[in-house]
């Protein structure tokens, strides 16, 4: 059987980690043992850290990453380059916020011999429209800087054979912001066979988002140069 990591970023998400975990697990059932929920959480400055290391000894399959870094960029990065240290068939990436649904995982499982990468696709969102704004001025600048098109570029809702993230892994420097914009990008450019599920994206009920609109147009500015830097080493 298929070995899956289902892997995801936390950073002070203490309202739904708990919640998260019991969503999420059962999707291990029907793969390979060595199958893992692995979470990335170090930074955190509430109760995130204990909860996670409580219910280790519930759930056996869960592992807690916890020395990658606070911004969600590097630990997504560490995520995946552990899941390719432990030889992972499949990478499926998500968020520890709770704005995506564990049920429409099925559907990109069932596809996942079809192809390199299936992405999620937020035709609709529930984070804002100023969010959504951001990821079309997203998508316009890699059609821009790469002549790809993509109709979301940074869902997180990904499920990825391992191999491929490996091919491209290392393109990323590990303190990176966007690895997933980029990932997206690299499979596109390169004509990896990928494709893209509409899946829906609730609005976040528990927690406060660390990422603000201020923060947004800094990573913004930095992209535009590091989209440049990375065309011209392609």
Request: proline share 5%.
């Amino acid at each position: 059987m298929d070995t899956l990591y289902i892997v995801m970023p936390a950073y002070n998400e203490e309202a739904n980690i708990e919640e998260v975990i019991v969503k999420w697990y059962p999707l291990l059932e029907g793969k390979s043992d060595a199958s893992r929920l692995v979470i990335a959480d170090s930074g955190s400055t509430d109760r995130t850290h204990s909860i996670l290391e409580e219910m280790t000894s519930r759930y056996p399959k869960l592992v807690i990453l916890s020395d990658t870094g606070k911004q969600h960029g590097p630990k997504v990065i560490a995520l995946y380059k552990y899941a390719i240290s432990q030889k992972a068939d499949y990478v499926f990436q998500t968020d520890s916020d709770d704005q995506t649904d564990p049920a429409e995982f099925g559907g990109f499982w069932e596809r996942r011999r079809k192809y390199s990468a299936i992405l999620g696709c937020r035709k609709k969102r529930g984070d804002g429209l100023s969010r959504a704004l951001v990821e079309n001025v997203v998508c316009r600048l890699l059609h821009i800087y790469f002549g790809v098109r993509v109709p979301d570029a940074n869902a997180p809702f990904r499920l990825m054979r391992t191999d491929v993230i490996a091919k491209y892994i290392d393109r990323l420097p590990e303190d990176y912001a966007l690895p997933n914009i980029m990932m997206t990008a690299f499979f596109a450019y390169f004509h990896e066979k990928i494709t893209f599920r509409e899946i829906t994206f609730k609005p976040r009920e528990k927690g406060k988002n660390s990422i603000n609109i201020p923060k947004i147009v800094g990573i913004g500015r930095k992209a535009l140069v590091d989209f440049y830097h990375f065309k011209k080493n392609l």
